[in-house]
């Protein structure tokens, strides 16, 4: 027979056990609802490329690039996107975000250079260089580049939390799908994006989470593009080759490069490490 203090010590135990398979249980459902939200929310708001209505500002979210300075195979097909909406009128400016935390890693830059090396007139294209995540990218587009309505271009399992947290910062904005391959790393990225679009509930609803950096602010279309560059700009413009007259929009004047006078976005941040996009 089982004696009293033993008997007490089991049930205690299995008390302990069935309150953490509640939390456990609670937790799993509550971060259920929260992705499904997500998900949801965004109905009606996705379009591909030929049907997304125009915009004054299409935003292209940041992503890998290589040790070169090229734009790996998500971001050139972001970059694409924004491209096609840019040629086609449906889109003024664009905004590219992304991380330039640290000195020898720059994506903003290198996709200004794709931009402008297709043709799109670098007075046209403004960067933010703290994009660390998609929710400093959104924070910052509003109240730093006072964007109120925008197009953004994305891969497809990234477009419900872009408009998610976008939508969080009253920005009008819809989706563009950006997928044009098949991309190695998929199930992965379906299966993070899981847990991020948790993530962002619990940032917009609960913790209420800020952009790791604030800034001055540049409305686009009204404040010099030249706001954004930094020393790294001066060089990518330089090494642009120049477009043939009457091939496809020209390049503003690289001598604007001279004119910079504006803190470099390395020392700004450059004590800043990389961080995912979660």
Not at 14 to 41: D, F, K, N, T
Request: hydrophobic content about 45%.
């Amino acid at each position: 027979m089982v004696e009293p203090k033993t008997m007490r010590r089991i049930t205690v135990k299995r008390a302990a056990l069935a309150a953490c398979v509640l939390v456990l249980g609670g937790g799993a459902i509550a971060a259920r609802h929260a992705e499904q939200r997500v998900r949801e929310s965004s109905a009606g708001g996705v379009y591909s490329v030929r049907d997304a209505p125009a915009k004054p500002v299409v935003i292209v979210l940041g992503a890998r690039v290589s040790q070169e300075g090229v734009p790996r195979a998500a971001l050139e097909d972001r970059l694409a996107c924004a491209l096609d909406l840019y040629r086609s009128g449906r889109a003024r400016d664009v905004l590219v975000s992304g991380d330039h935390g640290r000195a020898g890693y720059d994506e903003v830059n290198a996709m200004r250079r794709w931009l402008i090396e297709r043709g799109v007139p670098s007075d046209h294209v403004y960067m933010d260089h703290a994009g660390f995540r998609t929710l400093d990218t959104m924070a910052r587009a509003r109240s730093v580049f006072r964007v109120s309505s925008a197009a953004v271009c994305t891969q497809r399992f990234h477009l419900a939390r872009s408009l998610w947290l976008a939508r969080a910062q009253s920005i009008d904005v819809v989706g563009v799908v950006a997928d044009r391959r098949v991309y190695p790393a998929r199930r992965f990225d379906a299966a993070r994006e899981w847990m991020a679009r948790v993530r962002a509930v619990l940032d917009t609803d609960v913790l209420r989470s800020e952009p790791r950096f604030g800034g001055p602010q540049i409305p686009i279309g009204a404040a010099p593009v030249e706001r954004t560059h930094d020393r790294a700009t001066g060089a990518v413009d330089a090494s642009v080759p120049a477009r043939p007259q009457g091939m496809g929009v020209p390049l503003a004047s690289q001598s604007l490069v001279a004119m910079l006078a504006v803190r470099a976005s390395v020392s700004q941040f450059g004590t800043q490490g990389r961080l995912a996009r979660p």
